[in-house]
């Protein structure tokens, strides 16, 4: 343990006191804080999910990207109140394994309160959109020091990449002992908004503040509610825009009783003209109907 780790420590989310946070992030000298830098490719896919709300679908590509500004009045895992960022889950098909969850499954993991509670019962609705990268991103990644029980081999990849950079340098250790008290940060699961004080805005202060780091695109980090078993990805608004392209999307139902749960595909886009999206219904075989009656039997709707 260290001065930062004590400083950090003894910050009190509840107050959300900038000031003295981004003090103690200042302490390291832009250019010595240790990052790596990540590249998600041109041709990349990245799979959003959306709760639906009550009664109603997705019909504009607006709905499925990132929320207006306005919408965002409290603290997530990458961003501060009232800046959007584009969070998606990306699945490099080069590092997949065949006991890799499907990527619809993570993005459940990480949207939807209904899926991870074990006792629940009925019926969700969300919406799953892809979307391709068009651009090379440019995205951090700090290093993963949370053991991650469903580790998908990009993990392991990127300790490697990170251990082999780092070497290569004098590192700062005021610096180290930031970037890994950070790392640590990111791979927690907290049950208030406050508490992503801390790592919320050391992703606005290495986005948007610090000069080595503020010329990227966002970060890259494993999904935590799915034990890393596929990565998130954080983007600048402004860099979504004009890097990614909506592809289409699908109305999904979850029927779920307790742990055991289904995921059915209702439908899928047919067309999108001027962003206004006309889905079309899946063809359903009789097995997959059977399937589907037999999981939704006695459940009702809850949205």
């Known amino acids: 343990m260290g001065i930062i780790t004590d400083l950090l420590d003894n910050v009190d989310v509840t107050k959300e006191d900038t000031d003295e946070l981004y003090n103690i992030f200042r302490i390291v000298p832009d250019f010595e804080l240790p990052i790596i830098r990540f590249y998600l490719f041109k041709g990349a896919t990245l799979i959003r999910q959306r709760v639906n709300i009550k009664d109603k679908e997705f019909h504009h590509v607006s709905d499925l990207g990132y929320p207006p500004a306005y919408c965002l009045t409290a603290y997530e895992r990458a961003n501060v109140p009232f800046q959007p960022m584009f969070y998606a889950c990306c ?4 590092n997949r394994t065949k006991d890799d969850p499907p990527p619809r499954v993570v993005a459940l993991m990480e949207t939807s309160s209904f899926y991870k509670d074990k006792t629940s019962w009925g019926i969700e609705r969300s919406t799953v959109s ?26 392991s990849k990127m300790k490697e990449m990170w251990n082999k950079e780092i070497g290569k340098y004098n590192v700062n250790s005021d610096g180290m002992e930031l970037i890994m008290y950070m790392a640590k940060e990111i791979g927690k699961e907290f049950q208030s908004n406050v508490e992503y004080f801390k790592i919320a805005n050391f992703v606005n202060y290495l986005l948007n503040i610090n000069e080595k780091t503020k010329n990227v695109d966002g970060i890259i980090y494993p999904s935590v509610p799915g034990a890393g078993a596929g990565f998130n990805v954080a983007i600048k608004p402004t860099v979504a825009d004009l890097k990614t392209r909506f592809v289409g999307a699908s109305l999904c139902h979850l029927l779920k009783r307790g742990e055991k749960a289904y995921q059915s595909v209702m439908n899928y886009t047919e067309s999108v003209i001027n962003g206004i999206i006309t889905y079309k219904d899946k063809d359903v075989d009789s097995h997959e109907s059977a399937l589907y009656h037999s999981y939704a039997e006695g459940l009702s709707f809850r949205n």
């Open 91 to 94: 699945f490099p098909d080069d």
């Open 130 to 155: 892809r979307w391709d990268v068009v651009d090379d991103l440019e995205l951090v990644a700090m290093p993963f020091s949370t053991n991650y029980s469903k580790a998908c081999q990009l993990i």
